[in-house]
């Protein structure tokens, strides 16, 4: 159950909100505000996740502070978001640390990583420090036991975020079946693909200050599709060793290495450009307890990035079997953290994006009688 | 001292001064800076307070002849006119209304040029579509994008910053007493620009207008125009036009703050329900007309009654045919218990409304027309959608009038141009916006026309005080509409 205090905070926004309806042309939050007229915890829950923090309604708003309405959406849907990440997190517990102590508890599993990984490489031959002329990782980490473990892995890591997001499904009111509805998934993916709710009609976004501005859209693109890319990378990867039967690292030139280096650099730059617009934004509008899960998502992915490039263009130096341990270490907690940290935001709000298109084809607005 | 000497220095050498920053002084500034201009803008509330009541506005209204990208179909001059005609029940300035509606066709793009965004065609909330176009964002939106302009381009603006006197020779502007910060300060320019709105947040002045009753009214908008720069004017003997009763009130929910509630506070169930006194009693048709026709009337009949409250009355039939309201209604199983609740007297209360549903006539029920639902033998009758309050649970919202502005103001010309008693013209004197709308609105509103006068009069007022201050003895490109006026 939402906090009493920050039920009362949502329902207030709401009814604020709901009685002036002056945003409706930024975002899809407002047009579905509008087509309610109670707003549960349900409710709330969904239109939090739907909101894509851009802050252009905080300074649109004749009610914020000092306004004795006092209220101020983007960081009342981010408190209501910060929520929702521990409700529908599986196990629970988890994303409490992680929601806490986002750095600690990151930093904490990569040197658990790192250390497994280590003396188990040392248990098995002490391989570590070899150079290894062709550049076949394989030689350090055998493919057997990387398969195996990112299987492991991956898997749990997949299962944890389909749990949340049936959970969301659920909690915000729909149920299984809906989710089979193809027209509504394509329009979702537009707007999940294009990030049309950063736009306001064209012009970007206040963020990080109040003067409008493309930027979060851009370094999130090249965030979002770097972290594609690496996917198909990685996909490829495994492609060309078990289907294609091709053993060797593999050339600058094939499809692995060029999804990978763009992907990288695209997972370099947006998390980096993030991070610079994350220091310079708006104190007002921001909930800082969740400071601490939105870097280290970020240190995490440039870490992961700067280490694979570092990989690909030292791999045929001694360094390289450190460099790949401290790569997959990264990697691996990125994995293990994805469904209780900052990673699940991209869950939701693609849930919140495919329920705001079923209603878009579902329901009418409550209108004002003429 | 050193800080007033510092002001003082700091603000002299400006060809143009603007007084107030709401939607009208800001299109003065922007209009003056296109003349040439070197403009300087006080504004008397804190940065954050800035923009006085367009902060709290959504729209526009626009004659257009052909659908544009931020409204639908067309809405003619005529169309245009005879709106202002029926609000104003004839009480406008024809030249100046029709200048007004005319030059309300450039005012989307003008506004677009510095920055101001719209939502796009067919969008909004009322069906106010083809007559009006909405501020993305509503007007604190399209008041940033202004200020932001204003910096882009070198308007020197100046929050704290209170006119509180005039110096006027001959017809001909000097200077003016402000409070910066709290010090006083003397601000000279060669041409000036009020723009400082009505006087709908100086609680004597309306007390003096309309009584002790005064005090009960709540006042939607800034607490900022006190109508200092109005008074001074009119004490230096220049015409008035309009009443200082006149302006636009409606009935709002009276657990509203006393300023700034804004638009949030509005209450739209009244043609949907009964509305009775603290006494118990009706006392108006509640199904008159439709509701946006009879929401600005609602203010005054509110303000007519004991102790300024009405209470409207609705049951459970009614609930979600109204857009929604900031405060919960309060909810009771039966009527009684309701007025109890309201501390209304309860026998008196249940025999109107009881004597409400025995009046009332079996029909079809339709809130988007003026249906066949009515009353008989009852007095005041309901003529539309009625409908008996039978089904609990029931609801009522307190009522109390809710003051927007003022309609007291300076008469001006078409070049904007403040005119003396007996109708001779100042020489570098100019007015937009509020205080000088009563020109075109001697009484009744049509939403969306305020900003509409401050645009327009506001480009003027800047274009005509630019031009004035910079050329002092040229003409106006407008001479013949001069003319014209002065055949009035
Ligand atoms: C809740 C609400 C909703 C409204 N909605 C609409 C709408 O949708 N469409 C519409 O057309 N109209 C609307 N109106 C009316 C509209 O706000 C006004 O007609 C219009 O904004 C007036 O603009 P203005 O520039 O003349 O005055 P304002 O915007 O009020 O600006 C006057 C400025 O002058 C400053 N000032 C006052 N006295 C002094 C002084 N002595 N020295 C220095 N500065 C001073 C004030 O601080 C203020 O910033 C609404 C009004 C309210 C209250
Ligand atoms: C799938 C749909 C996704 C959507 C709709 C989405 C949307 C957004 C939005 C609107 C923000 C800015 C507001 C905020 O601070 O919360 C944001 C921030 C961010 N997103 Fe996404 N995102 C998605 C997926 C992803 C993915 C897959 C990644 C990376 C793997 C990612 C990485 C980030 C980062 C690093 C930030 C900034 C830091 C932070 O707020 O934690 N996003 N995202
Ligand atoms: S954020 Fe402010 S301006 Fe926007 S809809 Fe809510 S109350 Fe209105
Ligand atoms: S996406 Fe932007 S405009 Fe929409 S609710 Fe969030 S902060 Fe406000």
Redesign the interface.
Known sequence: MLPAELLEEGQHLM??C?????????CAVWQSM?TR?IFEEKDLNYLANLCHNCS??Y?????SP????AINPPKTFARLRAYTYELYAWPRPMATAFHKNGLKVTLLMVLILVAVMSSASFLLGGRLFMTVHDGNFYKIVPHMVMSVAFAVVGTFSALALLIGFLRFWRNVGESHSTLASPGAIATAAKDIFTLVNLD??G?GCSYPK??SSEALKWFHHATFYGFLSCFIATTLGAFYYFVLGQHGAPAFTSLPVIFGTIGGLGLIVGPIGLWIMMQRRNEEIVDKSQNGMDLSFIVLLVAISISGLLLLVLRQTAAMGSLLLIHLSFVMTLFLSMPYGRFVHGIYRSGALLKWSLERSRQKK????? | MKHLEKSMSDLSGFDVLVVGGGNAGLAAALSAIEGGAKVLLLESAPEWFRAGNSRHTRDLRCMHDAPTRVMSGAYTEEDFYKDVLSVTQGKTNEHLARMTIRASTECTDWMGSYGVRFQKALGGTLQLGRTNAFFLGGGKAMMNAYYDAAERVGIRVVYNAEVIALNVKDGEFQSVTALIDGVSTEVGAKALVVSSGGFESNLEWLKEAWGPMADNFLIRGTAYNKGKVLRCLLDLGMESISDAKEGHMVAIDGRSPKFDGGIVTRLDCVSLGVVVNNKGERFYDEGEDFWPKRYAIWGRLVAEQPDQVGYSFIDSKAMGKFMPTLFKPYEANTIGDLAQQLKLPVDVVEATIQAYNAAVQPGTFNHEILDDCSTTGLKPAKSHWALKLDKPPYYAYPLKPGLTFTYLGLMVNDRAMVLRKGGERTKNIFAAGEIMAGNILGMGYAAGIGVTIGTVFGRIAGREAAMQALHPKGTSVVVQEVAIHAAR
Do not use: I, L, M, T
């Open positions: 009814a604020v709901n009685s002036c309806r002056y945003c409706e042309g930024f509008e007229s252009e309604c300074y649109s708003c004749q009610y000092p306004h004795e309405f306001n009609g012009d109040e003067k409550v209108k004002a009688p003429a």
